[in-house]
Nanobody, 122 residues
Framework: QVQLVESGGGLVQAGGSLKLSCAAS????????MGWFRQAPGKEREFAAV????????LYADSVKGRFTISRDNAKNTVYLQLNSLKPEDTAVYYC???????????????WGQGTQVTVSS
């Protein structure tokens, strides 16, 4: 069992930056690949980024590639998402999730956090 708690969201102007954190409980955090998803109002949840259990592999959605960076610190049971060059269309609730699969599909993720709101003003 893994419990996930996101933090770091907020209101930022276009072009600005935020760093999201996701703290995990449980001794098995380092066994899971960790992903970030986002959901804008009226839209389906979409994949943003994923990092392998050992940090050795990452994958990004085309919409965030080159602007967002995912990382993890297994000693701190935490995964991060650095958001740079933010755009109004990045406005969404951002969720972290844990999976035993190398996947960008939400259906492959077993554990989810409650989400943190990111709002980008123009």
């Amino acid at each position: 069992q893994v419990q996930l708690v996101e933090s770091g969201g907020g209101l930022v102007q276009a072009g600005g930056s935020l760093k999201l954190s996701c703290a995990a409980s449980g001794r098995t955090f380092s066994m899971y690949n960790m992903g970030w998803f986002r959901q804008a109002p009226g839209k389906e949840r979409e994949f943003a980024a994923v990092i392998a259990w050992n940090g050795g592999w990452t994958l990004y959605a085309d919409s965030v590639k080159g602007r967002f960076t995912i990382s993890r610190d297994n000693a701190k049971n935490t995964v991060y998402l650095q958001l740079n060059s933010l755009k109004p269309e990045d406005t969404a609730v951002y969720y972290c999730a844990a999976s035993s699969h190398n996947s960008d599909s939400a259906t492959h993720y077993d554990y989810w956090g409650q989400g943190t709101q990111v709002t980008v003003s123009s």
